[in-house]
């Protein structure tokens, strides 16, 4: 009986530790405030808070919490006993910093021109490599009268394959290009005009000075992986916050 009794216990015990929360209040110039980001980074949980400024998130002891809102600076805590027990307040600093002057323009298609004599010089390197590499390949045979262009295109072609793969395989470094950017905000179903709207306080207007600020700082391209789902939000966060700095002291 005692044994059975022990694991109802466990068993209750388990079950209202999953179902802990933290709730509390956001305050930002002496004002509560509403549409603050809380995200838990240890359990991937998010909410915002309502116009009262109230919110409440599943959490532990020991979880981590980000608070972020636009133009002020991220708080990060890490959760204590008290405060799954008590409503707890957290203040929201402004920023203030300065940032480098960042030129801001209108979204453009970026579309290289093409270039006949670049072309030339990169066949003739594709060229010369793949003789080097294969110089069967350029030998007539026993009974043909010249070199098998038809070998030669195939093979080259193989091999621009070969290194087009290579440049866009996901787990290596690449910079996001401001295209990549604009579609993956029309197609994914987290980043959407909502989340630009509502989090990132981003109107229609500002939409493609926007995107042109993310471009120039140079977006590693793995943050859209799913699985760094909360690392880009945090990112974007942050570039937003930059943008409506320079652009409030572009206006000044």
Not at 11 to 20: A, E
Not at 26 to 50: H, P
Not at 142 to 155: E, L, N, Q, R, V
Not at 229 to 245: A, G, I, V
Request: glycine share 4%; aromatic share 12%; net charge negative.
């Amino acid at each position: 009986m005692p044994r059975i009794f022990s694991c109802f216990f466990i068993i209750f015990f388990g079950m209202k530790m999953h179902s802990q929360t933290t709730a509390g209040k956001v305050y930002a110039e002496d004002k509560t405030k509403e549409g603050v980001l809380i995200i838990n980074t240890t359990q991937d949980k998010m909410v915002s808070t309502d116009k009262w400024g109230n919110f409440e998130i599943a959490a532990a002891v020991g979880d981590s919490l980000i608070f972020s809102a636009s133009f002020f600076g991220t708080q990060k805590f890490r959760v204590e006993p008290y405060q799954l027990e008590e409503k707890w307040v957290v203040e929201l600093k402004e920023i203030l910093n300065q940032l480098d002057e960042v030129r801001l323009t209108s979204t453009t298609s970026k579309i290289k021109e093409f270039s006949v004599a670049e072309y030339d010089k990169n066949f003739n390197n594709w060229l010369q490599k793949d003789i080097q590499e294969n110089p069967g390949m350029y030998s007539p045979g026993p009974s043909s009268s010249g070199i098998d262009f038809i070998a030669i295109g195939k093979m080259l072609l193989k091999n621009i394959k070969k290194n087009k793969k290579e440049q866009t395989n996901p787990n290596r470094f690449r910079i996001l290009e401001l295209e990549e950017l604009i579609a993956f905000f029309k197609t994914d179903a987290f980043f959407d005009e909502n989340l630009l709207r509502n989090q990132l306080e981003i109107n229609a207007k500002e939409e493609g000075m926007f995107f042109d600020y993310c471009e120039s700082q140079q977006i590693d391209s793995r943050l859209l992986q799913e699985k760094n789902q909360m690392r880009f939000l945090d990112y974007l966060l942050k570039r937003s916050e930059e943008f409506h700095q320079l652009s409030q002291e572009t206006l000044n």
